[in-house]
């Protein structure tokens, strides 16, 4: 297993992580082609205000940093609690990311086996995400960690 130890954020880092993790939430929605780039920060902006009304501090949400034993900082995740469309005993995970010269190092697997941990040790049984259809490397990780497809949205060109 790589070196890696999993914690939770602090506030201060929950403030810069933010943005970032809304700004290019808002970025992956318009390389899926499915928000207009112009408008895409405000819905992805209103879109995380309407998930965390108490910032750092809403209920049920928890934030993760990965860390390298020099401190350096490779990766985040969000984890509710909760799912957003009510699945019973289910965890969602909004947001997992490796920042990209750390990637392909096993830390991305690291991080989600920590965050799955601490669903279950908030008494959780299940733990769901999405997941862009393009995005063949995360969909790999999913399917060698037990995820299975439980919905797929499907898309095609008329053009
Ligand atoms: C997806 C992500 C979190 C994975 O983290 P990572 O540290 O790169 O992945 P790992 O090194 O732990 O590899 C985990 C598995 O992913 C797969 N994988 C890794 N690199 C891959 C690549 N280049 N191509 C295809 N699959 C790959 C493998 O199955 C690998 O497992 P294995 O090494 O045991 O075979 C990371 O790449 C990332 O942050 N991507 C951008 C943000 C993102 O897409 N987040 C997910 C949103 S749903």
């Avoid at 991080?111 to 995360?138: I, K, M, P, Q």
């Avoid at 995820?147 to 053009?159: D, E, F, P």
Wanted: glycine letters at 8%; a negative charge; aromatic letters at 10%.
């Amino acid at each position: 297993m790589p070196e890696v130890t999993v914690r939770e954020m602090t506030s201060d880092e929950f403030e810069q992580w933010r943005g970032r993790a809304v700004r290019l939430f808002a970025d992956s929605q318009v390389v899926a082609g499915s928000w207009p780039a112009d408008e895409a920060l405000e819905i992805a902006v209103k879109a995380n205000e309407a998930l965390l009304p108490d910032g750092f501090a809403t209920t049920g949400m928890l934030f993760f940093r990965a860390v390298l034993p020099d401190g350096a900082c490779v990766g985040a995740s969000w984890l509710s609690l909760t799912h957003p469309r009510g699945v019973p005993d289910c965890a969602f995970i909004y947001n997992i990311e490796i920042d990209e010269p750390y990637r392909g190092a096993g830390f991305g697997r690291a991080l989600l086996a920590a965050v799955e941990d601490a669903a279950r040790s908030h008494g959780v049984g299940r733990v769901e995400l999405n997941v862009f259809g393009t995005n063949s490397r995360a969909i790999q990780l999913y399917e060698t960690s037990g995820y299975r497809v439980v919905a797929q949205q499907m898309r095609r060109s008329l053009s």
